[in-house]
Every structure is written in C-alpha cells, then in structure tokens.
C-alpha cells in the first residue's frame, strides 16, 4: 500500500463543537474522520449515531468518514449510516448472523466493507470474505472505550494480517485502532498497518498539527 493514513477517532473530541473539532484535525493534516459506535450491547457504552455522522456532512465536511461499528445486530445500522453520509464501514463478524452478506450490504450501499477483530478474535473469519474487503481493522485494545494501552500481542496479529493480504493479492488496507500514538506508531507500520486510528492522542494534545506532523516523521522513518 503506497500511503500510510491517519485517522483521528472523534470519541475523544470535544462534543459540544464537534464541526470545529473535525474541521481542525483535517486541517492540521488528518486524512479520515474517525466514528466510534457503541450501543451499550456488544460493547459496554454508548457513543454516537448516524444522525451525528449527517450533521457533519451538513456542516460542510467532505474527507472520508470511517464508521466502525461495535453494535449488535449489524446490518441496520449499516443501512443508516450509508444513507447519512459514511465512506467506509466496519463491524465486527461476531456481531453478524451473516458475516458475507453484511459485507455486500455495505458494498450495495455504495460504501467499502471492513471486518473489525478484536484482541482475542481468530483470524478465520478472514477465509472467505477477502475478496469482499476494503480494509481488515485490528483492535489494539478491547473494544468499549478510549484512552487505553496499546496491547504488545497485537503486533504478531498485524503480521498475520499482512501476509494474508499478501497472500490473497488483493489491495486491502490494515487499520489498527487503539492506543496508537507516535512513540508506537512506526512499530505498528512495520508491522504491516497503513490507516492508524488515535483518539487522545491526538485530541488530547494542545496542538493537533504537531502530533500527526510527528506521526507523519514516524511513519517517513518506517517507510524507509
């Protein structure tokens, strides 16, 4: 994959202005709008909906919005948030009666599918779907909240990614989400992930435009 990407996650925005939140991150150098959602069902809280995903389409945003999906049943809410403006949407296959034909509900939405897997989630969902993948989206945390700790095993899991995509051919991206930040950022690249989620570490700090000018520096380094 030519491009490394970053994508802020908006859970660790400031909701009460959340459009000059997103407008700042993509202007400081962001690629991707990041969505969190959480039902309190599959996972233990409760972020945002599709109708947050259309305000910021209404108020003018046009970079690509990443949804990933950690609710259970999938297949609704893939139906709402395309129609409210998501660009790529993920969920998790333990959350779907049907993991294939959520993956071409996406596609018939016109937006492009990914399969989320968490910490202890076995890569075997991958066997049959990977000609149906835009992206494969490997948790470094466990699923519920932000502003937890990267977890070392996930480093032999994004290995384990890679040479499947190697091996399938096909052009699929490897996000990883969870405690992403830049002293740990090249590590991840080289270990096979090009579109990074970071929450806090982005939005926690006082200047946006530093921390992924310094994730970028990271990322120049691993591509060498």
Request: proline share 5%; aromatic share 8%; with cysteine.
């Amino acid at each position: 994959m030519s491009s490394f990407l970053i994508a802020p996650s908006i859970l660790s925005a400031n909701f009460a202005r959340l459009g000059e939140e997103v407008d700042a991150v993509l202007s400081a150098g962001a690629d991707i709008v990041h969505f969190d959602v959480m039902d309190n069902h599959y996972v233990p809280n409760l972020t945002i909906g599709p109708m947050v995903c259309k305000a910021l389409r209404d108020y003018g945003v046009t970079a690509p919005i990443d949804v990933h999906l950690m609710v259970k049943p999938v297949d609704e809410m893939i139906t709402q948030f395309a129609e409210a403006g998501a660009s790529y949407i993920s969920f998790h296959p333990e959350a779907s009666e049907h993991v294939d034909r959520s993956l071409q509900l996406i596609i018939d939405a016109g937006c492009k599918p990914g399969l989320v897997f968490n910490p202890a989630t076995p890569l075997h969902y991958l066997d049959h779907v990977m000609d149906k993948l835009h992206h494969i989206l490997i948790m470094s945390v466990n699923p519920g909240f932000g502003g937890q700790q990267f977890l070392p095993s996930t480093y032999d899991k994004l290995r384990q990614v890679k040479q499947r995509v190697t091996d399938s051919g096909k052009n699929i991206r490897i996000e990883i989400d969870g405690g992403v930040k830049v002293d740990n950022i090249r590590a991840v690249a080289e270990a096979g992930a090009d579109m990074f989620v970071a929450g806090s570490a982005i939005f926690n700090a006082p200047d946006y435009q530093q921390v992924i000018n310094d994730m970028r520096e990271e990322l120049r380094q691993a591509a060498c």
